[in-house]
């Protein structure tokens, strides 16, 4: 008897919501996907979508690691749910190349050595496609600050900063 009720209690304490549909375009193109409602978008993006250049680090907007562009402006991909952003242009680091040709602030990361372990890096390559599109980053010390949400643990700030600035001088950061 009270095996029985402990086994109905455990089967389902509560009713669990439905999947539900959204419209993501994903670099460029529809993906029609269905998440639980708790799906964050960085875990849609590599789990559901297989775009694993977007990286989890603290999973609760501390580190700037899962950053891509959401209809053109940077945010915390881990910070917000897939559902939320039905029909919304999503951004990652994959869709920062067009015809084979590396974004011009890919390019500067290269160029520049901008990354060590390269856990950080496509964070924070995204995050400053973000600034350029700003159009506020006129200074290193801008730059470092509007830069400040992503943390990079093997200390290549100064050429992420050098990189930065080689890109708003080749693209004028409206690309
Ligand atoms: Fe999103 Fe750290 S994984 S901010
Ligand atoms: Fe290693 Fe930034 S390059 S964390």
Redesign the pocket.
């Known amino acids: 008897m009270v095996q029985d009720v402990v086994a109905e209690q455990s089967a389902s304490p509560i009713a669990l919501p439905k999947k539900i549909e959204v419209t993501l375009r994903v670099n460029g193109e529809d993906r029609r996907l269905s998440f639980a409602p708790w799906v964050s978008l960085?875990d849609a993006l590599r789990d559901h979508l297989d775009l694993t250049g977007t990286?989890?680090?603290?999973?609760?907007?501390?580190?700037?690691?899962?950053?891509v562009l959401v209809n053109d402006r940077r945010i915390?991909?881990?910070?917000t749910l897939a559902v939320m952003q039905d029909g919304a242009e999503i951004t990652t680091v994959e869709g920062l190349v067009h015809n084979d040709a590396l974004h011009p602030l890919q390019q500067a990361f290269i160029d520049h050595d901008a990354f060590q372990c390269g856990y950080c890096t496509s964070g924070q390559i995204c995050s400053g496609v973000g600034l350029l599109k700003e159009g506020k980053a006129h200074s290193v010390d801008v730059i470092k600050e509007l830069m400040s949400g992503n943390l990079c643990r093997c200390g290549a700030y100064p050429n992420i900063v050098l990189a930065i600035q080689q890109a708003m001088g080749t693209d004028g950061g409206t690309r």
């Open positions: 960085l990286k989890k680090g603290c999973d609760h907007g501390q580190c700037g690691a899962c950053t915390n991909s881990c910070m």
